[in-house]
């Protein structure tokens, strides 16, 4: 863990408005919509604000529910899970350490052979990071976790 993860007002600035929603003000982007739900590049999916590891291609699924689906987090120290009350629910929301970005959910009815969880993750609280670029980007530590889909 070499890198500094941190956030900052330019950065969140700087983002689109529906990534400053979702991220900022604990919103969720429409089921189907995100630009990352159907990427099956090899990769790591860091936040958006702050850029620190959160999801690996390999733990990505198709969960059918409209929202990029993981069946665990990168490296556990970068996601904070909290009760969420919100909407008349009990559910566990994912937020990224540094940046306290709001990612999405996560629910206990992912693949059993997996661990059984599923991270329901917005698109837009995310960047997509190709494993061609992970090592010069300061992800290298990563890439043993990056593989092709079978």
């Known amino acids: 863990m070499n890198k500094k993860y941190?956030?900052?007002?330019?950065?969140?600035a700087s983002l689109a408005p529906e990534q400053y929603h979702i991220t900022q003000k604990n919103?969720?982007?429409?089921?189907?919509?995100?630009?990352?739900?159907?990427n099956k590049e090899p990769g790591l999916y860091v936040d958006i604000?702050?850029?620190?590891?959160l999801f690996s291609s390999s733990d990505?699924?198709?969960?059918?529910?409209?929202?990029?689906?993981f069946t665990k987090p990168v490296d556990t120290h970068y996601v904070i899970e909290k009760k969420d009350y919100s909407h008349g629910m009990t559910r566990v929301e994912v937020r990224?350490?540094?940046?306290?970005?709001?990612?999405g959910h996560v629910?206990?009815?992912?693949?059993?052979?997996q661990g059984g969880m599923r991270y329901c993750i917005n698109s837009?609280?995310?960047?997509?990071?190709?494993?061609?670029?992970?090592?010069?980007?300061?992800y290298g530590d990563y890439l043993t976790q990056v593989e092709d889909k079978k």
């Open 124 to 138: 837009n609280s995310l960047t997509f990071i190709h494993r061609d670029d992970m090592e010069a980007k300061g």
């Open 107 to 113: 629910f206990n009815d992912g693949p059993i052979d």
């Open 27 to 38: 919103g969720t982007e429409r089921p189907g919509s995100g630009p990352l739900l159907n």
């Open 60 to 69: 990505k699924f198709d969960s059918g529910s409209g929202w990029p689906s």
């Open 96 to 103: 990224s350490r540094y940046a306290d970005s709001h990612l």
């Open 6 to 12: 941190a956030k900052s007002s330019e950065k969140i």
């Open 49 to 53: 604000v702050s850029e620190e590891p």
